[in-house]
T-cell receptor, first 111, second 115 residues
Framework: NAGVTQTPKFRVLKTGQSMTLLCAQDMNHEYMYWYRQDPGMGLRLIHYSVGEGTTAKGEVPDGYNVSRLKKQNFLLGLESAAPSQTSVYFC??????????FGNGTRLTVT | DQQVKQNSPSLSVQEGRISILNCDYTNSMFDYFLWYKKYPAEGPTFLIS?????DKNEDGRFTVFLNKSAKHLSLHIVPSQPGDSAVYFC??????????????FGQGTTLQVKP
């Protein structure tokens, strides 16, 4: 039982490049989330999903897109990376009764 | 504007003593509060939570206190152990969101427990 798995663990992008962060959970959770963590700001919600095929905007959605084609996977896309998107990205999942279970994060640097 | 604030960036305590981490919030619609613990290079892990209908919740060495009138909560760790050294995040949700996972996090407090 791996829990929440994020790939890649590290990535360096140049401004304007695109990439997709992958999140997979094996706990059959309905809800999935993408957060970013920046120094001095805690974690902020980017997008979330309340079930397969659904997505919704969180607190800081601009510059990101998401997809939830399968229940176990939640993808976060950056179409044109900017230095302001340098951050640590955490994926999380939960069911209706549990707290959030987080992955170990993806550290992204945009130069 | 930061709706959840942890005003102490760091805290250092001696092993065996009490650690008290504090958190303030501004949104009176918050009705569910959580504490997460984070080690370097790992994701946050859930520690303890409290609903606004309670003023205290205890789980082993960890107790969370909620003062709704002051919009303040605190996490007490007794006794503190070196393995407790980590970053602690306070988080809140509420209004229509309930416990949906749409959390507002504080900035975190780094706890160091010295042997």
């Amino acid at each position: 039982n791996a829990g929440v798995t994020q790939t890649p663990k590290f990535r360096v992008l140049k401004t304007g490049q695109s990439m997709t962060l992958l999140c997979a959970q094996d706990m059959n959770h309905e809800y999935m989330y993408w957060y970013r963590q920046d120094p001095g700001m805690g974690l902020r919600l980017i997008h979330y999903s309340v079930g397969e095929g659904t997505t919704a905007k969180g607190e800081v959605p601009d510059g990101y897109n998401v997809s939830r084609l399968k229940k176990q996977n939640f993808l976060l896309g950056l179409e044109s990376a900017a230095p302001s998107q340098t951050s640590v990205y955490f994926c999380a999942s939960k069911d209706s009764h549990s707290p959030l279970h987080f992955g170990n994060g993806t550290r992204l640097t945009v130069t | 504007d930061q709706q959840v604030k942890q005003n102490s960036p760091s805290l250092s305590v001696q092993e065996g003593r009490i650690s008290i981490l504090n958190c303030d919030y501004t949104n009176s619609m918050f009705d569910y509060f959580l504490w997460y613990k984070k080690y370097p290079a790992e994701g946050p892990t859930f520690l303890i939570s409290i609903s606004s209908i309670k003023d205290k919740n205890e789980d082993g060495r960890f107790t969370v206190f909620l003062n709704k009138s002051a919009k303040h909560l605190s996490l007490h760790i007794v006794p503190s152990q070196p393995g407790d050294s980590a970053v602690y995040f306070c988080a809140a949700s509420g209004g229509l969101t309930g416990n949906t996972g749409k959390l507002i996090f504080g900035q975190g407090t780094t706890l160091q427990v010295k042997p």
